[in-house]
């Protein structure tokens, strides 16, 4: 996907982010939120460097990485990396492909949840996590692509974020297809669709894309 939106001229980061370990981390519900905080951290730091608008950082995820994107996306406000110049950790945008969203027995994917916060977490923990429950006024628009028979992932993540973010008056945009199921990219092979087309016309529509 890096390589693709260089074709359209804009800077694309790969982001390798820790995965949650007790083995490597003092607290692993924070450990990919700390990488993805930092990474946002340092394009915005750089951004004159590297030529990039520092209005226009987005964050692309997709499934568990989608659950990453769209904490990102509901949890800036809380820092969790050092930030001693109060750069913004708060992403213009959010690109969630087939995501986990959701931590709510209805619609979890149970591997997430038991590596992030476990399985018999809280449900203080679990609503946290939850990231349609965290949408607020200035949660970053968001494009969201799912599948209707996704077996992974329920659809339902990504249309109770939609409805969340609609609800508080964010922009977003949904692409659902009847086919496709899960983990298939930037192609669904079930459809001469290429979603890739309609995020283009979505980041233009919203004064996203290089000038």
């Not at 987005?58 to 969790?80: D, E, M, N, P, W």
Request: charged share 20%; no cysteine.
């Amino acid at each position: 996907m890096a390589r693709e939106l260089n074709t359209r001229g804009i800077a694309a980061f790969v982001l390798k982010y820790r995965l949650p370990s007790d083995e490597i981390m003092q607290n692993r519900e924070i450990g990919p939120l700390q990488d993805a905080q930092r990474a946002i951290q340092i394009v915005r730091q750089r951004a004159a460097e590297w030529h990039i608008a520092p209005n226009k950082i987005g964050i692309a995820g997709f499934s568990a990485g989608g659950h990453l994107a769209s904490t990102l996306s509901t949890h800036y406000t809380k820092a969790v990396v050092d930030n001693p110049d109060k750069i913004s950790l708060r992403p213009d945008f959010s690109i969630l492909v087939y995501p986990v969203i959701s931590f709510q027995d209805s619609l979890v994917h149970k591997g997430s949840k038991k590596a992030l916060i476990g399985e018999n977490a809280s449900a203080e923990k679990v609503m946290e996590y939850s990231n349609e429950m965290q949408v607020t006024a200035d949660t970053p628009p968001a494009f969201l692509i799912h599948s209707e028979n996704d077996k992974v992932v329920p659809v339902t993540n990504s249309i109770n974020y939609f409805n969340a973010l609609h609800a508080h008056g964010v922009k977003a945009e949904m692409h659902i297809y009847q086919g496709g199921g899960h983990g298939y990219g930037m192609n669904n092979a079930t459809t001469k669709d290429r979603w890739m087309d309609h995020l283009y016309n979505w980041l233009q529509a919203n004064q996203l894309l290089p000038l």
